[in-house]
Each structure stands twice: as structure tokens, then as C-alpha cells.
């Protein structure tokens, strides 16, 4: 197998410290401790269809599922992001032909160079949290319309009575006032027809 292998030259004195390990238990132990299983562990998340990680140079340092560990890409697209610090967004094709919104953006860790973060989401769970939202949307809309038609029907309602117990006012008042204008009408006369009697009454 390979051999991994460290030395350091000896503060004190002469010579080298070497060390040397095993690399299929170093690979291993990084997958373990390393972004390896974190991606792993993301990946479990039903709505990721993967996360890549590459390194300056494009190639892939870390990923889920991991396939393609060690190779290199040579897509213009992420060689474009790699370079710019928004966020870019495309769709593609899963393995099985499902489409994927494919987030990709840069990122850097203290003053290396920027590596590229790589992620695909699956669009049947988006579209079915968007078509939830609409849904939601809508139930919402329609209750707040119900509860506005109502809210306008009291008030109509209670406006109509207004309105009626006004116009009877009106109407007492009014038949009030043709009352009083009759009293006093019907005073008038009995005082001109007083007079004359009491004239009469006294000729008498």
C-alpha cells in the first residue's frame, strides 16, 4: 500500500524526527473526523442531493456520496463561481434524471486561496413546500375574505338600523310638529270663534 510520511529537523542537535503511517488508515481517519463526515452526515438530509467540496485547483476534496473524491473539474461554470463571491444558481440533471437546483458558491478558510462549495437540492421537495406555501397562500386569503364579507355585513347591517331608527325619529318629530301646528291652529280658532260669542253673550 501507500505510505504517508512527516519529518521535522530537531531544534536541538542534529537529525530528523520522521514519521510514517499507513494511508489507507489516515484517509480513513479523515473521512471519520473530517469535512468527510460532516458532508455524510448532511447527507442524510433527504432534500440534498449532494454537497462537493473542491479546493482552488477544482478538485474534489470532499463530497456525498463519495465517487468522485480526488478528481478534478473542468466545467466553466464552476470555474466562473470560483472567481466571483455571490452565489451562482443553475439547474441540472440528476443521475436519474431528475432536475436538481445546483447552488454554488466560494468560500475561504483564514487567508487561503477560496474553495468552492457545491450544492444540489432536490426540486420535488421545493415544489412541494412552494405548493404548500400556495395553498396556505390561498386558505389564508380566502379566510380573511370571509371574515372582511362578514366584518362589512355587520357593519352594513348595523348602519341600516341606524338609518331606520333615524328616519322614525324623523318621523315622530315630524308628526310632532303637524301635531303642535294643529294645536296651535285649532287655539286660533277656538279663540276667533270665543270672541264673537262672548259679544253675542253680552248683547244678550
Known sequence: GHQYGVAIRRQA??????????????L?????????????????NPILAYVVLYDPALTVVAETPSVQLGTTEA???LRQAL???????RTVAAADGSPVLEVVKPFSLGDSSPGLLRVGLQTKYITELWQRSVVFLVAAGLGLLVVGGIGLHTVFQAQARHQR????????????????????????????????????????
Open 75 to 77: 466545467d466553466p461554470f
Open 83 to 89: 472567481t466571483e463571491p455571490s452565489p451562482h444558481l
Open 165 to 204: 331608527r333615524v328616519r322614525g325619529l324623523e318621523h315622530r318629530l315630524a308628526r310632532q310638529e303637524r301635531l303642535a301646528a294643529l294645536g296651535d291652529l285649532a287655539a286660533g280658532v277656538a279663540h276667533e270663534v270665543r270672541n264673537p260669542l262672548n259679544a253675542i253673550g253680552m248683547g244678550i
Open 13 to 26: 542537535g542534529t537529525g530528523l524526527i520522521a514519521i510514517t503511517a499507513d494511508a489507507t488508515e489516515i
Open 28 to 44: 480513513k481517519l479523515r473521512q471519520e473526523t473530517g469535512l468527510q463526515r460532516l458532508l455524510d452526515d448532511l447527507a442524510t
